[in-house]
Each structure stands twice: as structure tokens, then as C-alpha cells.
T-cell receptor, first 112, second 111 residues
Framework: EAQVTQNPRYLITVTGKKLTVTCSQN?????MSWYRQDPGLGLRQIYY???????DKGDVPEGYKVSRKEKRNFPLILESPSPNQTSLYFC???????????FGSGTRLTVV | GQQLNQSPQSMFIQEGEDVSMNCTSS?????WLWYKQDPGEGPVLLIA?????ELTSNGRLTAQFGITRKDSFLNISASIPSDVGIYFC???????????FGDGTTLTVKP
């Protein structure tokens, strides 16, 4: 089944403890992206990647890192999480900038 | 950065009624997309629009890409309870991975 898989689904962590949210897609898509969703703010793009080793900042990149060493994987790294990064995170992939994204099921992160 | 203004923010309708929502932007896009998000899930693509003026249907859904390339609307006809969810518009540029989303329209359908 064609899908975007992100893990974990739920995560509670403490301020300052580095964490990684993994994302993998099995559709051989060139484009991958991370979004965060907060009540009343819709979906905001954090980082995106148009190909292996090519990443670029979205609208809210501060406090996040990404890497794209392989086509299928696009992990999101929070080096020193803070409470304002408590949010619902989505990974997504697409075959082209011309088409829409296929989204994963989300990771609900709580930073205390 | 680019911003999309999506309206209305929420809608409460009776089953069987038609629904209309729209998005406007301060800048142009090459592609307009409409997604639906069910509770606890990621957004799912409903309709993609690629040309100014284009009108596209998907079952009871109809969407249009505005002539100015700065706006789009989505209509849902004869709503049913499973239409409940959050609807997002999104704009994209060609050869750019960046996509901009509206804040969403929350739809509630009363049986």
C-alpha cells in the first residue's frame, strides 16, 4: 500500500531532550515535507526537500533540523525541544511540485 | 511569506444543503489544491487545479481556480454526515517544494 509512515504517533518529552521523528515513504516521491498543525493556525510548513541532499526552509523552521540522505526517508530533528514546539506534526510526500502531497497520520508531540 | 485567507472559519449546516468555501491570496499560485482532514488523520487531497479559470469536479465536489490565480473556491453539493471535517486550501508554485495552506474551514453537518 502506498503510504507515508511516521513514528512515533504520540510522544511526550521534556524540555531540552533531543528527539527525532522519523518519516518514510514507499512511493519513490521526489518531494518530502514537514508541517506542524496548531489550533486556528492551519498547517504551517517547517522544511521541505525536493530531492536527496536538497532541503529548504518553510515558514517556521526555527528550532528544527531535517536531513534527506535517502530518497525514502526525511527525519525531523528537534535538538533542544521547548514547550512552544508542542504540536501535531505531519510528514508528507509528492511526486512533483505540480501535484498535491500525500500525508502521514501525524505525530502528536508534547514538550513539558 | 505568502498567506492564504480561507473563509468561512466554520460552518454548521443541515444534511442535504450545499456548502461553499473560498481562499484568497496576496500572490499568485500555479496550483491550487483542496484537502479534507478527518479527526485523528492527516489531510487527504480532494481536488487539484492547474490552470486559471479551470473548473473541476469530483463527485459532489466542485472547485475552481480563479482567473487572477489568486483565489479558489470549493463547493460541496447535497452534504451528507460523512462530509464533516476540516477543509484546507493550499497553493503551490511550480518547481518549488513550498506549499502554503489556509487556516481551514471546519464543517459540521447535522443529520
Amino acid at each position: 500500500e502506498a503510504q507515508v509512515t511516521q513514528n512515533p504517533r504520540y510522544l511526550i518529552t521534556v524540555t531540552g531532550k533531543k528527539l527525532t521523528v522519523t518519516c518514510s515513504q514507499n512511493m519513490n516521491h521526489e518531494y518530502m515535507s514537514w508541517y506542524r498543525q496548531d489550533p486556528g493556525l492551519g498547517l504551517r510548513q517547517i522544511y521541505y526537500s525536493m530531492n536527496v541532499e536538497v532541503t529548504d526552509k518553510g515558514d517556521v523552521p526555527e528550532g528544527y533540523k531535517v536531513s534527506r540522505k535517502e530518497k525514502r526517508n526525511f527525519p525531523l530533528i528537534l535538538e533542544s525541544p521547548s514547550p512552544n514546539q508542542t504540536s501535531l506534526y505531519f510528514c508528507a510526500s509528492s511526486s512533483s511540485s505540480f501535484y498535491g502531497y500525500t500525508f502521514g497520520s501525524g505525530t502528536r508531540l508534547t514538550v513539558v | 511569506g505568502q498567506q492564504l485567507n480561507q473563509s468561512p472559519q466554520s460552518m454548521f449546516i443541515q444534511e442535504g444543503e450545499d456548502v461553499s468555501m473560498n481562499c484568497t491570496s496576496s500572490s499568485i499560485f500555479n496550483t491550487w489544491l483542496w484537502y479534507k482532514q478527518d479527526p485523528g488523520e492527516g489531510p487527504v487531497l480532494l481536488i487539484a487545479l492547474y490552470k486559471a479559470g479551470e473548473l473541476t469536479s469530483n463527485g459532489r465536489l466542485t472547485a475552481q481556480f480563479g482567473i487572477t490565480r489568486k483565489d479558489s473556491f470549493l463547493n460541496i453539493s447535497a452534504s451528507i454526515p460523512s462530509d464533516v471535517g476540516i477543509y484546507f486550501c493550499a497553493g503551490q508554485l511550480i518547481n518549488a517544494g513550498k506549499s502554503t495552506f489556509g487556516d481551514g474551514t471546519t464543517l459540521t453537518v447535522k443529520p
